[in-house]
């Protein structure tokens, strides 16, 4: 391996050329996707049995989110997005500097979306809304009342969003750990404006995680918003 | 002239040699070590799955439930087939033999991604740790479909564990579709396009693309089925407003197709062997290749057949049927070259020549069979029966098994640069066919007079059969048995081969056997069209010169 | 295959810019849709715009952000088979349950 590394930085040994041995991480990454897009697509299939099959617990569930916090986490993955892109784009022309600055703030961007998720998580928890048997306890009075012939459809879109925002948060914190392992060789300039697919393929993977919010958001959060509970 | 190659190879350093220590072999980035890492992996799987088969047959002598209880027996059938299927089937021909021959196939040095390879391994072998707690800990009993809400709620067994297990070995099969999609798309050599591929390339890019698309499914599906086990949630659950229906489409989305993941690189095998063994360029060469793809795109659109007998719409149920009979095409067009490519060549009756001819015999039993289980109204009458049984055994055993078998013959003398025992080839290689067709034949007899699968006990007019079939398993057990110990045997007394003692086309058997860990010591170019015997003196005159020159 | 030969642009920035303000005027458009009840006009009329809005969010992130518009044919590809697939999916476990009669009144409540 040695020998032949020392010809081109970077250059695995069994690659022929540079170009090749970006194109196959381009291209792995691509199918990598595809695996991703069938993983969550069990979970969209499930959503839409169950939507179509139960869809006024759909509508009283969906109620229960919290569209502020929701939509504000929209907002900060698509401006975290953004500063994917753009270190991407700065990885390519080689400045270094300006490539730390947007991976840092893309990190900070997917921890804030994480806490937010947090915040939510405790709320729902906090109210007995967890779907596992030992944490179900909804509150059948009160302002938050679900009405009890509707809990256990409210039960099954809560463990539908649990489950794919579960999912989808796990692969933040997947995603913060890439960005962190990528900020690292950044700072020991193991990037130059030949070889940084390591930036471009991670780029990849931080804006599909992305797309799949861009779906869970309307299909969670905004199914049952103009839904008043009671006003049917 | 033969003398003088096995000198030069045997003074070269090769795969082999090159480092002894575990370490060299358990960090090897090497795709042809990691290749044997699996052998040795699934042989053990394969072992074990055997002896679950064994208790089967041995309980099902008699009509009366003797020998196991009916726990027992639900927990040994089922893990006899999680084993056979997850830690055997699917990984056998592309993580054994692909693994092995994709690179040497392609002129590359390796896989696109060694030590993703390699961690697919490792990610199989802890998933293997696990199904083998599962076993000690008492294995599991809900057939190895895992349908729910029984799996879910009612089965006592480690359902959770194993469900876990199979997770993890999901990502192992998806590392290594991934991988060799991006090899076959970007690490081919100069001159070897997509039409002078061998057809075993053309078969695993197919089964890479299923294993890319349909592995994640069944991924998420037991991750589910997990949670709600483990937490209660009720995902599947009708007591608590779940579809039990909705899992058998999400498994199914896998599970057919999974069988092509089994079948396709058999098939892929069984082009190199039938086109090698008679000296003649495959029929219809891109026929096979297309129906490869074919069959991997058709596989995706028929997995309702399975739920027939479920609340599954029969409007729905028709498409199914329609689609599943559509499969038997591409299947047929393969069947059909292979047997065109025979007519007329000059067939060398080699071992394994006789498992390619095997093969032919066995799917087309095996296909056909399937085509009365896609018959919506005759389905009614067979599902569950042992005609399911007989027709997937002459699928993934009288198929997949077979190719399995006649691949590793084919490629030994590459794999360890020796030969083995021929006589003991054939003997074996017949006894595996006699042993298969008593075992399985009779099955097919049983299911149609009713016998119901998953039963330990049954009425005492179905016991001749059953001993027919313990019979032949016995036979099967043998056959399998003595193809160990002769290998085993070649690897330090078989006679030295050179590059290429098939005299057959193809860039591995370019190189030396075994091959040097870089596989080619020049960069090879590709020149001519696949299965092109009448240049195998010309590239073997090639070859010595450089072996020479070396 | 290697060969870019779409190249990209030289300052995708403005494209960048570009679809960052798409998403952010499309995610406060399906806020803005989804407070209104559509139902009534059209039962699945609030899922349709919602999906809607989204497909045209996620293509503009495939298409820009992941440069997919730029990329090479084996790409754009992986991509629709992907979405292809899936399609598969959804759509013959839908068409089971949508002609089996009665889905979903009978089987909801
Ligand atoms: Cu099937």
Same mark, same amino acid.
């Given at each position: 391996?040695?020998?032949?590394?020392?010809?081109?930085?970077?250059?695995?040994?069994?690659?022929?050329?540079?170009?090749? #041995?970006?194109?196959?991480?381009?291209?792995?990454?691509?199918?990598?996707?595809? !695996?991703?897009?069938?993983?969550?697509?069990?979970?969209?299939?499930?959503?839409?049995?169950?939507? !179509?099959?139960?869809?006024?617990?759909?509508?009283?569930?969906?109620?229960?989110?919290?569209?502020?916090?929701?939509?504000?986490?929209?907002?900060?993955?698509?401006?975290?997005?953004?500063?994917?892109?753009?270190?991407?784009?700065?990885?390519?022309?080689?400045?270094?500097?300006?490539?730390?600055?947007?991976?840092?703030?893309?990190?900070?961007?997917?921890?804030?979306?994480?806490?937010?998720?947090?915040?939510?998580?405790?709320?729902?928890?906090?109210?007995?809304?967890?779907?596992?048997?030992? !944490?179900?306890?909804?509150?059948?009075?009160?302002?938050?009342?679900?009405?009890?012939?509707? #809990? #256990?459809?409210?039960?099954?879109?809560?463990?539908?969003?649990?489950?794919? !925002?579960?999912?989808?948060?796990?692969?933040?914190?997947?995603?913060?750990?890439?960005?962190?392992?990528?900020?690292?060789?950044? #700072?020991?300039?193991?990037?130059?404006?030949?070889?940084?697919?390591?930036?471009?393929?991670?780029?990849?993977?931080?804006?599909?995680?992305?797309?799949?919010?861009?779906?869970?958001?309307?299909?969670?959060?905004?199914?049952?918003?103009?839904?008043?509970?009671?006003?049917? | 002239?033969?003398?003088?190659?096995?000198?030069?190879?045997?003074?070269?350093?090769?795969?082999?040699?090159?480092?002894?220590?575990?370490?060299?072999?358990?960090?090897?980035?090497?795709?042809?070590?990691?290749?044997?890492?699996?052998?040795?992996?699934?042989?053990?799987?394969?072992?074990?799955?055997?002896?679950?088969?064994?208790?089967?047959?041995?309980?099902?002598?008699?009509?009366?439930?003797?020998?196991?209880?009916?726990?027992?027996?639900?927990?040994?059938?089922?893990?006899?087939?999680?084993?056979?299927?997850?830690?055997?089937?699917?990984?056998?021909? %592309?993580?054994?033999?692909? @693994?092995?021959?994709? %690179?040497?196939?392609?002129?590359?040095?390796?896989?696109? &991604?060694?030590?993703?390879?390699?961690?697919?391994?490792?990610?199989?072998?802890?998933?293997?740790?696990?199904?083998?707690?599962?076993?000690?800990?008492?294995?599991?009993?809900?057939?190895?479909?895992?349908?729910?809400?029984?799996?879910?709620?009612?089965? @006592?067994?480690?359902?959770?564990?194993?469900?876990?297990?199979? &997770?993890?070995?999901?990502?192992?099969?998806?590392?290594?579709?991934?991988?060799?999609?991006?090899?076959?798309?970007?690490?081919?050599?100069?001159?070897?396009?997509?039409?002078?591929?061998?057809?075993?390339?053309?078969?695993?890019?197919?089964?890479?693309?299923?294993?890319?698309?349909?592995? %994640?499914?069944?991924?998420?599906?037991?991750?589910?089925?997990?949670?709600?086990?483990?937490?209660?949630?009720?995902?599947?659950?009708?007591?608590?407003?779940?579809?039990?229906?909705?899992?058998?489409?999400?498994?199914?989305?896998?599970?057919?197709?999974? =069988?092509?993941?089994?079948?396709?690189?058999?098939?892929? *095998?069984?082009?190199?062997?039938?086109?090698?063994?008679?000296?003649?360029?495959?029929?219809?060469?891109?026929?096979?290749?297309?129906?490869?793809?074919?069959?991997?795109?058709?596989?995706?659109? =028929?997995?309702?057949?399975?739920?027939?007998?479920?609340?599954?719409?029969?409007?729905?149920?028709?498409?199914?049927?329609?689609?599943?009979?559509?499969?038997?095409?591409?299947?047929?067009?393969?069947?059909?070259?292979?047997?065109?490519?025979?007519?007329?060549?000059? *067939?060398?009756?080699?071992?394994?020549?006789?498992?390619?001819?095997? &093969?032919?015999?066995?799917?087309?039993?095996?296909?056909?069979?399937?085509?009365?289980?896609?018959?919506?109204?005759?389905?009614?009458?067979?599902?569950?029966?042992?005609?399911?049984?007989?027709?997937?055994?002459?699928?993934?055993?009288?198929?997949?098994?077979?190719?399995?078998?006649?691949?590793?013959?084919?490629?030994?003398?590459?794999?360890?640069?020796?030969?083995?025992?021929?006589?003991?080839?054939?003997?074996?290689?017949?006894?595996?066919?006699?042993?298969? @067709?008593?075992?399985?034949?009779?099955?097919?007899?049983?299911?149609?007079?009713?016998?119901?699968?998953?039963?330990?006990?049954?009425?005492?007019?179905?016991? *001749?059969?059953?001993?027919?079939?313990?019979?032949?398993?016995?036979?099967?057990?043998?056959?399998?048995?003595?193809?160990?110990?002769?290998?085993?045997?070649?690897?330090?007394?078989?006679?030295?081969?050179? %590059?290429?003692?098939?005299?057959?086309?193809?860039?591995?058997?370019?190189?030396?056997?075994?091959?040097?860990?870089?596989?080619?010591?020049?960069?090879?170019?590709?020149?001519?069209?696949?299965?092109?015997?009448?240049? *195998?003196?010309?590239?073997?005159?090639?070859?010595?010169?450089?072996?020479?020159?070396? | 295959?290697?060969?870019?030969?779409?190249?990209?642009?030289?300052?995708?920035?403005?494209?960048?810019?570009?679809?960052?303000?798409?998403?952010?005027?499309?995610?406060?458009?399906?806020? $803005?849709?989804?407070?209104?009840?559509?139902?009534?006009?059209?039962?699945?009329?609030?899922?349709?715009?919602?999906?809607?809005?989204?497909?045209?969010?996620?293509?503009?992130?495939?298409?820009?952000?992941?440069?997919?518009?730029?990329?090479?044919?084996?790409?754009?590809?992986?991509?629709?088979?992907?979405? $292809?697939?899936?399609?598969?999916?959804?759509? $013959?476990?839908?068409?089971?349950?949508?002609?089996?009669?009665?889905?979903?009144?009978?089987?909801?409540?």
């Amino acid at each position: 391996m040695a020998e032949h590394a020392t010809h081109v930085e970077g250059l695995a040994h069994h690659f022929v050329s540079m170009e090749q #041995q970006k194109e196959a991480g381009m291209v792995g990454m691509w199918i990598f996707l595809l !695996t991703e897009i069938m993983f969550f697509g069990g979970l969209f299939l499930a959503y839409t049995i169950y939507r !179509t099959t139960y869809p006024e617990g759909f509508l009283f569930g969906s109620h229960l989110l919290n569209v502020k916090l929701g939509g504000t986490n929209t907002v900060v993955l698509i401006v975290s997005s953004l500063t994917m892109a753009m270190a991407v784009y700065y990885s390519q022309k080689g400045d270094r500097k300006k490539l730390l600055a947007f991976l840092a703030l893309t990190l900070i961007l997917g921890l804030a979306f994480l806490g937010i998720k947090y915040v939510e998580y405790s709320t729902k928890i906090h109210d007995g809304l967890f779907p596992a048997a030992a !944490t179900w306890n909804p509150p059948s009075e009160g302002e938050h009342a679900i009405p009890v012939e509707k #809990q #256990q459809a409210v039960h099954v879109f809560l463990w539908i969003y649990f489950l794919m !925002t579960g999912l989808h948060a796990v692969h933040m914190i997947v995603g913060a750990g890439i960005l962190i392992t990528l900020i690292i060789m950044a #700072q020991r300039g193991k990037f130059t404006k030949n070889y940084n697919s390591p930036v471009e393929i991670s780029g990849l993977y931080w804006h599909f995680v992305d797309i799949v919010w861009i779906f869970l958001f309307p299909l969670l959060y905004l199914t049952g918003y103009h839904f008043t509970p009671g006003g049917h | 002239m033969a003398t003088e190659v096995m000198e030069t190879t045997e003074s070269r350093v090769n795969y082999l040699n090159n480092g002894t220590t575990v370490k060299s072999w358990l960090l090897t980035l090497d795709h042809k070590r990691i290749g044997l890492l699996y052998l040795f992996s699934i042989s053990f799987f394969f072992a074990i799955g055997g002896i679950y088969a064994t208790l089967i047959r041995l309980e099902l002598i008699t009509p009366q439930g003797d020998l196991l209880t009916p726990e027992m027996y639900n927990r040994v059938f089922t893990m006899h087939g999680v084993i056979m299927i997850f830690f055997f089937l699917i990984p056998s021909i %592309p993580a054994v033999l692909g @693994n092995f021959l994709l %690179p040497l196939m392609l002129g590359a040095k390796d896989v696109a &991604f060694p030590k993703l390879n390699l961690l697919s391994w490792y990610i199989f072998i802890i998933g293997g740790c696990l199904m083998l707690y599962t076993m000690l800990s008492g294995g599991i009993d809900t057939g190895w479909t895992f349908y729910p809400p029984y799996s879910s709620i009612y089965s @006592n067994s480690q359902v959770t564990i194993a469900g876990v297990s199979i &997770f993890i070995t999901g990502f192992s099969s998806i590392l290594t579709g991934l991988n060799f999609m991006v090899t076959i798309h970007t690490m081919r050599a100069p001159g070897l396009t997509w039409f002078r591929l061998p057809l075993f390339v053309w078969a695993h890019y197919a089964t890479s693309l299923i294993q890319v698309l349909g592995t %994640p499914v069944i991924a998420i599906t037991v991750l589910a089925l997990a949670f709600e086990r483990t937490l209660k949630i009720g995902i599947f659950d009708p007591k608590l407003g779940g579809d039990p229906v909705l899992f058998q489409h999400m498994f199914w989305f896998y599970s057919h197709p999974a =069988v092509y993941i089994m079948i396709l690189p058999s098939m892929g *095998v069984i082009s190199e062997l039938i086109a090698n063994m008679t000296r003649k360029r495959i029929f219809g060469y891109n026929f096979v290749a297309f129906s490869s793809l074919a069959i991997a795109v058709f596989g995706f659109l =028929v997995w309702g057949h399975h739920m027939f007998t479920t609340s599954q719409s029969m409007y729905t149920g028709m498409v199914f049927s329609l689609i599943s009979y559509a499969v038997a095409i591409p299947s047929a067009i393969k069947t059909f070259n292979w047997t065109a490519t025979i007519y007329k060549g000059s *067939v060398s009756f080699d071992t394994p020549m006789i498992y390619a001819l095997a &093969f032919l015999g066995l799917f087309t039993i095996g296909g056909m069979t399937g085509l009365f289980l896609a018959a919506l109204g005759l389905d009614v009458h067979l599902h569950d029966t042992y005609f399911v049984v007989a027709h997937f055994h002459y699928v993934m055993v009288g198929s997949a098994v077979i190719g399995y078998l006649g691949g590793i013959h084919y490629w030994w003398p590459k794999i360890t640069g020796r030969m083995y025992s021929e006589f003991l080839g054939r003997i074996s290689a017949v006894i595996i066919f006699i042993g298969f @067709n008593l075992t399985f034949l009779p099955q097919f007899v049983l299911g149609q007079l009713g016998m119901p699968r998953r039963y330990h006990a049954y009425v005492p007019e179905f016991q *001749v059969l059953h001993i027919l079939s313990s019979a032949g398993a016995s036979i099967l057990a043998v056959g399998f048995t003595l193809p160990v110990i002769y290998l085993a045997w070649s690897i330090k007394y078989g006679e030295k081969v050179g %590059p290429n003692p098939w005299m057959a086309s193809g860039l591995e058997w370019q190189t030396s056997s075994p091959p040097p860990t870089e596989n080619f010591t020049y960069q090879p170019v590709v020149t001519h069209e696949p299965y092109e015997f009448e240049n *195998v003196e010309e590239i073997k005159q090639a070859r010595q010169a450089e072996l020479q020159r070396a | 295959m290697a060969e870019h030969s779409h190249a990209h642009p030289d300052n995708p920035l403005k494209y960048y810019i570009g679809v960052f303000t798409l998403l952010l005027v499309m995610t406060g458009l399906t806020v $803005f849709v989804a407070k209104y009840d559509l139902e009534h006009i059209w039962p699945p009329l609030n899922i349709i715009v919602a999906m809607t809005i989204a497909v045209i969010k996620a293509t503009a992130v495939v298409m820009i952000f992941m440069h997919v518009r730029w990329s090479s044919r084996l790409t754009q590809l992986i991509v629709v088979s992907g979405i $292809f697939w899936l399609i598969i999916m959804l759509a $013959f476990t839908v068409s089971d349950y949508y002609t089996r009669g009665g889905w979903p009144t009978t089987l909801g409540q």
